[in-house]
């Protein structure tokens, strides 16, 4: 976390990896179990979700969803973070059906939303990132590359 900044009012969950260079604007929040890594900026009043990977470099002025992949200039949702899903002990099965459901919320697909949404293994992570995009005030991090089957093979 050498040379990190985490200006006034931020909220910082359990388990956060901060690399260096990371810098927090005031009133950020970041999720329990989010990695953030080196040289990424982060603009003020921005929520991240919990389990969220962003990765080196990005510069993020919307809230980042729960569980989410997130990189570029421009902060994209790429996909799931599967590698914190792992160390979490995810089975790639429900990483899977994760990558689907968000799939599926980017897509605007109501009915594969409900399905999931009562999918006992992963009706609670959909209900999460749910209610976090529900709350959100700042937009969520637009998706780039998200479509149904996109990555899902390669977990």
Known sequence: MAGSH????????????????VALAGHVTVGHNTIISGLVGVAQRINIGQCAFIAAGTLVN????????????????KGVS?????????????IRKLLYGMNL????????????????????????IVSFMKKSENGICPAEGLGVG??????
């Open 6 to 21: 985490v200006a006034h009012d931020c909220s910082i969950g359990d388990n956060v990896i901060l690399v260096n260079e």
């Open 105 to 128: 919320l980017f897509l605007g697909d109501d009915h594969g939303i409900s399905t999931l949404l009562h999918d006992d293994e992963i009706k609670d992570e959909m209900n999460i």
């Open 62 to 77: 919307r809230d980042v969803l729960p569980f989410s992949l997130v990189l570029g200039t421009g902060a994209r949702t």
């Open 82 to 94: 599967v590698e914190g899903l792992k160390r979490l002990g995810w089975s790639s099965e429900r």
């Open 150 to 155: 996109l990555r899902v093979n390669k977990i």
